[in-house]
C-alpha cells in the first residue's frame, strides 16, 4: 500500500486538473451546442476571473472573492453575448471563431496592461492550509475542497438543466431549436443565460486555481486547449460525456505523470486521437443543430 500512495496523489492531481479542464469545458459545450459559437474567448474569462479574485480578496476575503468574482464576469459575459456573440449565431461559424479569437486577445493585453506581465502570486487562505491524513496517505487540505467545490458546482448545473423549466427549454432548443421556436419560444434571453453560467463557472476555476499556479495574462490561453480537449472526447452536447472526460484525462494525467513525468501533456493528445479514432463523435456526442 505504500508503494501506492505517490500514484494515488498523482492521480488526485490530475483529477484537481480535470476539475478546472470540466468547469471550463462545461460552459464551451453548452454555448457551442445552443448558439453554435466556438468561443476561443472562454479561456480569457478564466484568467479575468483569477485576476479579480486576487483584486477583491484584500477587501471581501477569499470566500467573497469565490461568489463575487464569477459573478462579476458572468455580468461581462451577458454584455459581450448581447452585443457581440449574438450577432454570430446565424452567421458563418468561421466569423465566430475569428471573434472569440479577437476578444481573447484584447482581453489578454488589457490584463498586461493593467497588471503588468509578470505573475502574480496568491497564497491559499489560511481556514484552508494544511493537510488531510488519511492513515499513511497524506494530501492539501485546499486541493480537496477545490474538488469538491467542483462537483457541488456541477451537480448544480446538472440540476438546473435538468430539473427546471429552464433546463427544459435549453435542452430542447439544443435538440430541435426549429420547434421550440414554433412554439412561440425565443432562444436568445437563454442564450444569454447559457453564456452567464459558462463563462462564470470559468471564473469559479481561475479563483479556485489562483492559490495553486499563481496568476498571469496567458493563463487562458494555456489551458482552453486542454478544455477543447475535453469537450472533443466527451462528445459535443453530452453534459455526462464531458464530466466523463474530464475524469478521464485526468486520471490520464496522474498516471502519466507516476511514470512518465515528460509525456504528462502528451498522454492527453494521445488520449483524444486513440478516443477519435475509434468514435470521431466523442464517447457520448450527440446530433446538435444551430439555431436560427
Known amino acids: 500500500m505504500p508503494d501506492l500512495i505517490p500514484l494515488l496523489s498523482q492521480i488526485l492531481n490530475g483529477l484537481l486538473a480535470g476539475s478546472y479542464y470540466l468547469m471550463i469545458a462545461l460552459g464551451l459545450s453548452m454555448i457551442f451546442s445552443l448558439g453554435g459559437i466556438v468561443n476561443l474567448a472562454h479561456g480569457a474569462f478564466y484568467a479575468i476571473g483569477a485576476y479579480l479574485a486576487v483584486t477583491l480578496a484584500d477587501r471581501i476575503g477569499f470566500g467573497g472573492a469565490l461568489v463575487v468574482s464569477p459573478l462579476i464576469v458572468a455580468v461581462i459575459g451577458m454584455i459581450?453575448?448581447?452585443?457581440?456573440?449574438?450577432r454570430f449565431y446565424t452567421a458563418d461559424p468561421i466569423l465566430g471563431l475569428?471573434?472569440?479569437?479577437?476578444?481573447?486577445?484584447?482581453?489578454?493585453?488589457?490584463?498586461?496592461?493593467?497588471?503588468?506581465?509578470?505573475?502574480?502570486?496568491?497564497?491559499?487562505?489560511?481556514?484552508?492550509?494544511?493537510?488531510?491524513?488519511?492513515?499513511?496517505?497524506?494530501?492539501?487540505?485546499?486541493?480537496?475542497?477545490?474538488?469538491?467545490?467542483?462537483?457541488?458546482?456541477?451537480?448544480?448545473?446538472?440540476?438546473?438543466?435538468?430539473?427546471?423549466?429552464f433546463g427544459k427549454v435549453v435542452r430542447a432548443g439544443v435538440q430541435n431549436p426549429d420547434m421550440v421556436g414554433a412554439l412561440g419560444i425565443s432562444l436568445k434571453p437563454y442564450m444569454t443565460a447559457v453564456v452567464m453560467i459558462?463563462?462564470?463557472?470559468?471564473?469559479?476555476?481561475?479563483?479556485?486555481?489562483?492559490?495553486?499556479?499563481?496568476?498571469?495574462?496567458?493563463?487562458?490561453?494555456?489551458?482552453?486547449?486542454?478544455?477543447?480537449?475535453?469537450?472533443?472526447?466527451?462528445?459535443?452536447g453530452s453534459f455526462w460525456g464531458v464530466v466523463a472526460a474530464a475524469a478521464?484525462?485526468?486520471?490520464?494525467?496522474?498516471?502519466?505523470?507516476?511514470?512518465?513525468?515528460?509525456?504528462?501533456?502528451?498522454?492527453?493528445?494521445?488520449?483524444?486521437v486513440l478516443v477519435l479514432l475509434t468514435r470521431p463523435r466523442g464517447l457520448f456526442g450527440e446530433r446538435i443543430q444551430k439555431f436560427e
Not at 209 to 236: D, K, N, S
Request: hydrophobic residues 60%; charged residues 10%; glycine residues 10%.
Open 80 to 86: 459581450v453575448e448581447r452585443f457581440l456573440l449574438r
Open 198 to 236: 459558462g463563462v462564470g463557472l470559468a471564473a469559479l476555476a481561475g479563483v479556485l486555481i489562483a492559490p495553486i499556479a499563481g496568476v498571469h495574462p496567458a493563463m487562458g490561453q494555456e489551458i482552453i486547449t486542454f478544455a477543447f480537449v475535453v469537450v472533443v472526447i466527451g462528445g459535443l
Open 98 to 165: 475569428l471573434l472569440t479569437f479577437g476578444l481573447a486577445m484584447v482581453a489578454e493585453q488589457t490584463l498586461r496592461i493593467l497588471y503588468g506581465a509578470a505573475p502574480i502570486p496568491f497564497s491559499i487562505p489560511q481556514a484552508l492550509r494544511g493537510q488531510v491524513f488519511l492513515g499513511d496517505f497524506v494530501y492539501s487540505r485546499y486541493r480537496l475542497v477545490t474538488l469538491g467545490i467542483t462537483a457541488l458546482a456541477v451537480l448544480g448545473l446538472w440540476i438546473l438543466l435538468t430539473k427546471t423549466a
Open 248 to 272: 478521464i484525462v485526468g486520471m490520464t494525467r496522474g498516471v502519466a505523470a507516476h511514470f512518465y513525468p515528460a509525456a504528462t501533456e502528451a498522454s492527453v493528445y494521445l488520449l483524444m
